[in-house]
C-alpha cells in the first residue's frame, strides 16, 4: 500500500468498503436459507451446495478486502465469485428477480466496478503481475 497516493489510498479503500459491505451483507439471506436465496440457487441448478460455497468465498473475499496486506487477494476472489452471479443473472435469472426492479444486479454490477478498481491499484502486489511490470534490468 506504500505505493499509493492519497487519493489512490482513499479509492482503494472506498471500493474495497463497499465490495465487503455488499458481500458481506447477502450472507444472512444465503446462510438462513431466505426464500429468495433459495429461488436463485434453485434456478441455476446449485441448491444447496451452490448456495453455501458462494456464501462461503464471498465471506473470506470481504474479509480479505479489508485487510490491506491481502486486499488483492480479497478483490480477485470476490470478482471471481461475483462474475459467476452476473453470469447466472444474463445467462438464467434475468436482471429482475422476483420483482426487485435490478437490485440483486446492481448489486453485483457494483461490486464488479469496487472489486476490479481495488484489484487494478494493487496490480503491483500480485506476484505474477509484479513481475511483469518491474524495469527489465539492463
Known amino acids: 500500500m506504500a505505493s499509493l497516493t492519497k487519493s489512490e489510498w482513499v479509492l482503494s479503500w472506498s471500493c474495497r468498503i463497499v465490495a465487503a459491505v455488499i458481500l458481506a451483507q447477502t ?19 446449485l441448491e444447496p451446495w451452490g448456495r453455501y460455497g ?15 496486506r491481502f486486499a488483492w487477494v480479497g478483490a480477485l476472489l470476490a470478482l471471481g465469485v461475483i462474475s459467476g452471479a452476473l453470469v447466472s443473472h444474463l ?9 426487485d426492479g435490478g437490485l440483486l ?3 453485483a454490477v457494483t461490486v464488479f466496478v469496487a472489486s476490479a ?12 503481475v ?3 511490470l518491474k524495469p527489465p534490468i539492463a
Open 91 to 99: 445467462a438464467v435469472l434475468g436482471i429482475v428477480v422476483k420483482d
Open 54 to 68: 458462494s456464501g462461503v468465498a464471498e465471506l473470506i473475499s470481504a474479509m480479505l478486502l479489508l485487510t490491506p
Open 27 to 45: 450472507l444472512f439471506f444465503k446462510f438462513t436459507g431466505a426464500e429468495e436465496s433459495i429461488y436463485i440457487f434453485t434456478k441455476v441448478g
Open 105 to 107: 444486479f446492481g448489486l
Open 117 to 128: 478498481i481495488a484489484a487494478f491499484l494493487h496490480r503491483r502486489q500480485i506476484p505474477v
Open 130 to 132: 509484479s513481475q511483469l
